[in-house]
């Protein structure tokens, strides 16, 4: 039952055309207080593979990351999701699901943590079953009673994932989702995101680790000063990146423009 309550949320409104792609993004300009961070970004992307956002610090990956996802609304331009708008007065886009680099944990246990997440079930006993489910996709089923906020920073990073996935998105947005973790528990969480993507949905996620990007991503869009320069194939942009500022990205040479997301 559990199982068929998720996968029932999965599916993509009937409304959506055809040929629209998954994420369309037109002319995006992000410029609080006369400093501009993302400049007129342009891309059509139809969810095929994993895609990685890259670029040094500053670049508005994380920007632009919550502007896909409807937290920020741009100074200019437009973002579609399965060929809408975001609706005047929602939050953020349904059918998409966002997790922070940093995210918080609700007092209570790792199994209260992913109870509050809505239309997971009919009756508490299948909201429980729900999240026990999960729990146990994760790796973290002997955890469900422990103190959330007591968790590892990788469990606490898988549950943050696991909060996200039980909502069944079509969707899902990854800000840094390995930053700060030791070797372990990066791995735990990438084989889990190749879970989420092989489950059908898609993942678009940012990422300063570039061995992480080139395991896990299908394709590339390398931002510079709020500007994509490119996006290309992860293979053709480690072995033949087209741009001066990708090559020294690459190199470890590029100057870091300094900035923090409002």
Do not use: Y
Not at 6 to 20: H, N, W
Not at 84 to 96: E, I, K, T, V, Y
Not at 112 to 122: E, S, Y
């Amino acid at each position: 039952m559990a199982a068929e309550v998720l996968d029932a949320r999965r599916a993509a409104p009937a409304a959506r055309a055809a040929l629209d792609p998954l994420l369309s993004l037109r002319g995006i300009v992000f410029r609080p207080a006369e400093r501009t961070i993302l400049d007129h970004v342009d891309f059509d992307w139809d969810g095929a593979g994993v895609c990685a956002l890259v670029g040094p610090n500053g670049a508005g990956k994380t920007v632009l990351l919550r502007t896909i996802h409807g937290l920020l609304a741009p100074h200019e331009g437009d973002v579609r999701f399965e060929g809408r708008s975001r609706p005047a007065g929602d939050l953020a886009f349904a059918g998409q699901a966002l997790v922070f680099q940093h995210s918080s944990m609700f007092r209570g246990s790792a199994l209260d943590n992913l109870l509050v997440v809505p239309g997971i079930g009919a009756s508490g006993r299948e909201r429980r079953e729900c999240a026990l489910a999960m729990l146990e996709r994760v790796g973290l089923r002997e955890l469900a009673q422990a103190p959330a906020l007591k968790l590892s920073g990788g469990e606490r990073q898988r549950l943050a994932i696991a909060r996200a996935w039980l909502m069944r998105p079509r969707l899902l947005l990854l800000d840094e989702p390995t930053a700060s973790l030791d070797p372990s528990a990066t791995e735990q969480v990438e084989e889990l995101i190749r879970e989420i993507h092989d489950d059908g949905c898609r993942v678009l996620l940012t990422s300063h680790n570039l061995g992480q990007v080139s395991r896990l991503a299908d394709e590339v869009v390398f931002l510079h000063r709020g500007r994509v320069l490119e996006r290309t194939p992860v293979s053709a942009f480690f072995a033949n990146p087209r741009t001066r500022e990708a090559r020294q990205f690459l190199q470890g040479a590029l100057p870091w423009h300094l900035s923090s997301p409002p």
